[in-house]
């Protein structure tokens, strides 16, 4: 199976380009063995370019677990690099079908390669029953969240895919010795009132326009970047009250830009993609 390694802020996954190209099994099974990192390619998951008859292309992701997902947001930025740099539509504004509806995408080309990409996310799911959660609020705002003997306030919102915005201090942004979001991570992810489970983000207010975050990802765990993750993070500071509508999110593998516009009440987001090598895998 031909494949492409390409990554937004460190957020890797192997592309397949399915205008062209078969997968030799279900994309989960797919999934689960090329994310593997020594027994596979190595990457957060498998995310398919196929065709689509309502948009210049189609995404479909699925987490190294083989979990699909509605949505990612860094995959989507590579999507489109990929279908402009490959010649699939050869344009600077694109539209990519996805699971939460068609999504537009502008491109800065630099010596005909898409660098940064500009995506709108659409409107925020803001009901607590589409999120999904049982947690209390439409959506719910420091809603109270007991896991692991420690209390948490989570802010929820869905950006197509479930997302919870815990704020924290120092303590999860240390990586040496105990990792409290690979501690607290899986619980917030499976905890009960999130049916369908969550990505789980930890926030560091910096400034009202700046965060760091660290995320745990449904299906893929700890990774260096959450797209979709980040545009929850800009939403759940507006309902907060602790950041505005304009973020910049700094994050393990790099920065973002977000924008939860008061005009149409679309979340932007800026970011780098970029591709690293493409192959040929071999199943077992
Ligand atoms: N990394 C992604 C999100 C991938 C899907 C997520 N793990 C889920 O299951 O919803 C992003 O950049 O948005």
């Known amino acids: 199976m031909r494949f492409t390694k390409m990554h937004g802020i ?48 189609r995404m479909r992701m699925y987490n190294s677990d083989g979990s699909e997902s509605e949505m990612c947001g860094n995959g989507l930025r ?31 080309v630099v010596n005909g390669k898409a660098q940064k990409v500009r ?16 947690l209390p609020g439409d959506p719910p705002v420091n809603a109270a969240l007991s896991v692991g003997g420690r209390e948490f306030l989570a802010t929820c919102v869905s950006m197509g895919n479930p997302h919870a915005t815990v704020y924290v201090g120092d303590e999860f942004f240390t990586t040496t010795g105990r990792d409290l979001v690979a501690e607290f991570g899986p619980l917030i992810e499976n905890a009960p ?69 008061a005009a149409d009440n679309h979340v932007y987001m800026t970011g780098p993609a970029t591709e690293v090598f493409s192959g040929e895998w071999f199943p077992a």
Not at 78 to 88: F, R, S
Not at 119 to 134: F, H, Q, R, S, Y
Not at 216 to 236: M, N, Q
């Open 10 to 57: 460190g957020n890797d996954y192997v592309y397949v380009n399915c205008f062209v190209e078969k997968l030799p099994a279900e994309p989960a099974i797919v999934s689960q063995a090329v994310s593997h990192r020594n027994f596979g390619i190595g990457s957060d998951g498998l995310i398919l370019i196929c065709p689509s008859e309502v948009a210049d292309a």
């Open 78 to 108: 590579c999507v489109a690099k990929y279908v402009h740099d490959h010649n699939i539509a050869k344009k600077s504004s694109l539209t990519i079908e996805t699971g939460r509806g068609i999504l537009s995408v502008d491109l800065d």
């Open 119 to 134: 995506v709108n996310m659409g409107e925020p799911i803001l009901e607590a029953a589409k999120i999904p959660t049982t």
């Open 193 to 261: 009132v999130f049916p369908r489970r969550v990505n789980a983000h930890f926030v560091k207010v910096q400034s009202p326009n700046e965060v760091t975050m660290r995320t745990w990802e449904r299906g893929s765990g700890i990774t260096l970047a959450c797209g979709t993750g980040a545009c929850a993070v800009c939403v759940a500071g507006v309902l907060t009250g602790l950041t505005d509508r304009k973020l910049l999110a700094h994050l393990p593998g790099g920065d973002l830009e977000l924008e939860w516009s």
